[in-house]
């Protein structure tokens, strides 16, 4: 897929890992649409990249097909979709007050797993539509996992297993778009340096990056951003989930 002169979506692009990928996208020629909850960030970044922006939850359909809607106006269906959007939760299945609230299962599931796959079914259906390209090619989407769908740590019960629903979805999608032309892909990056990381304090940081074999330090989210762009060109990945984590497992707690 080319990224010069193609529509692109990335949900979650008002910051973190979303707006390094919306950021080098479009400094590589692409049309990019956000999708994001905060509006305010959305539209700040969009601006910046001379993108377009609309607010939504991934869960809605919506909100995700107004997205799309707002995309497909300005630069055509995207042919690029980037699911960035998601949350982080933590806690013990049993923890000093009792179980985890089944409530904060459910949404950890419900915004990361079933979010991405709305935004990856509604995405794929108007891809289908498009016409095709060099080997019949029409679309590639973009998922983001974890590290935590492998060896995901005490406490991450629910984000592991959502991370690790994206994972286990991606094969059997892509096999079944094939007759379609749309890839479907995953990045499972470690432990990333985003607006999160940064509220902690530079010892902590060091800290993380300690149990890094190589290179020793937390990622870059343009280093995220690359392998997006890697995935969205080369033809030839399709149903892949890719590790980006310097080689780095989790330990259990």
Do not use: W
């Amino acid at each position: 897929m080319q990224i010069d002169g193609t529509s692109v979506l990335v949900t979650g692009a008002g910051s973190g890992l979303g707006e390094a990928t919306a950021r080098m996208l479009a400094a590589r020629g692409a049309k990019v649409a956000i999708l994001d909850r905060d509006a305010a960030k959305g539209a700040a970044v969009a601006a910046e990249i001379g993108g377009v922006s609309a607010m939504g939850d991934v869960t809605s359909e919506a909100d995700v097909n107004a997205a799309l809607d707002v995309a497909t106006s300005a630069h055509g269906v995207p042919r690029i979709v980037v699911n960035c959007a998601g949350i982080g939760t933590a806690g013990r299945v049993l923890g000093r007050d009792g179980p985890l609230a089944l409530e904060a299962f459910q949404r950890t599931i419900n915004v990361n797993l079933i979010g991405t796959f709305n935004v990856l079914r509604l995405s794929a259906a108007r891809m289908a539509e498009a016409e095709p390209l060099e080997d019949g090619e029409r679309g590639v989407v973009i998922n983001t996992a974890s590290v935590a769908a492998f060896d995901g740590q005490i406490g991450q019960a629910a984000y592991s297993a959502s991370k690790g629903g994206i994972v286990a979805m991606s094969l059997p999608i892509a096999r079944e778009l094939a007759r379609v032309g749309v890839r479907v892909n995953v990045i499972a990056p470690g432990i990333f340096l985003t607006p999160l990381l940064y509220t902690l304090p530079e010892e902590a940081q060091k800290a993380l990056a300690a149990g890094i074999p190589f290179p020793q330090r937390l990622g870059d989210p343009a280093e995220f951003a690359d392998t997006v762009c890697f995935m969205a060109q080369n033809r030839y990945i399709n149903g892949e989930c890719v590790r980006l984590d310097g080689s780095a497992r989790l330990a259990p707690k």
